[in-house]
């Protein structure tokens, strides 16, 4: 695995390197020898994030998690890394054996009030082929409400996204 260290407002110690190395050889088992770790320190104030994400063919593992002292920190990441791994394990094996996800909850569009917004970020995002239930899963191990991904049935851009009564959306492109 390879692993990089980055400190923003802040340079890591040789002594926390070492630490995570010895943490990441964990969930090194889990992956093979071509995954990439990435791990972010920021200090601020009084309070240490750190933030560990795992790409690996494709699969992304991502964990953010806050203390007062690093190495608490990285612990609890770690921690929800594997976690976040054996969850996703137990949904690709349940989805082999009964075919999980048979139906599609579809989200209505709302209508806001005509506003002004200011993009203050764009991101590019890799696009990889995938079937929505792989797409959900990843959405699930980032943490995030919404995934965009290439449907491999279709071949066309679509996103799945969490809805607040808890289900999952899919939104599909069409032509008007």
Do not use: W
């Not at 390879?2 to 190395?21: M, Q, S």
């Not at 579809?106 to 005509?114: A, H, I, S």
């Not at 809805?163 to 959306?169: L, P, Q, T, V």
């Amino acid at each position: 695995m390879n692993i990089t260290v980055i400190g923003r407002k802040c340079t890591p110690r040789d002594a926390f390197k070492e630490r995570a190395e010895r943490k990441l050889s964990k969930i090194d088992r889990f992956f093979d020898t071509e995954a990439d770790a990435k791990i972010t320190v920021t200090i601020e104030k009084t309070m240490a994030a750190v933030e560990v994400t795992v790409n690996s063919n494709g699969l992304i593992f991502r964990s953010q998690e806050r203390a007062v002292d690093m190495n608490d920190a990285l612990d609890a990441c770690i921690d929800s890394i594997i976690r976040k791994i054996r969850k996703n394990k137990t949904k690709v094996e349940k989805k082999l054996r009964a075919g999980a996800l048979d139906s599609y909850a579809f989200g209505e569009y709302l209508d806001d009030e005509e506003a002004e917004y200011e993009v203050v970020r764009t991101k590019e995002v890799p696009l990889k082929p995938q079937s929505v239930e792989e797409a959900i899963l990843q959405m699930n191990m980032l943490g995030h409400q919404f995934y965009m991904f290439l449907d491999d049935a279709s071949g066309e851009v679509n996103v799945v996204y969490r809805r607040a009564d808890g289900g999952y959306g899919l939104l599909v492109p069409t032509q008007n």
